[in-house]
């Protein structure tokens, strides 16, 4: 009950701020309309970039996530994270230090 209560709480700050859930993506945008194509090349940037942040290779990040091999490599080189990997991710990126938001800038970057 208190879950769903601090839920319902933070999407009313949310809406508050104008931020609004992408329900078809599970992703969360500031009142930009984006694509779904462009929001599974964000997606496999940060996967991408959550991986080299930890300096592990793909077989190492997929023990870590509890998926293949395979399905890393496919998340990473666009094919649509499923609701069960992407609250591992967000559960992982929780336990990231603040550095890996600077490390993200400088790969986007680097990727462009």
Known sequence: MLAITAMIATTFKWRQKGISRKAD???YFL???RDKKEVIRLDAMKI????????????QF??????????????ENGREVTD?????????????????????DEFKKSIR
Do not use: C, H, W
Request: aromatic fraction near 10%; hydrophobic fraction near 40%.
């Open 25 to 27: 993506t599970g992703r």
């Open 84 to 104: 069960n990997i992407r609250s591992k991710l967000v559960r992982l990126e929780m336990e990231l230090p603040a550095e890996f938001y600077l490390f993200l």
């Open 48 to 59: 991408k970039s959550i991986r080299y942040f930890l300096d592990e290779t793909q077989l």
């Open 31 to 33: 009142g930009a309309k």
């Open 62 to 75: 997929s023990k870590r996530l509890g998926v293949s091999k395979q399905t890393v490599s496919a998340i």
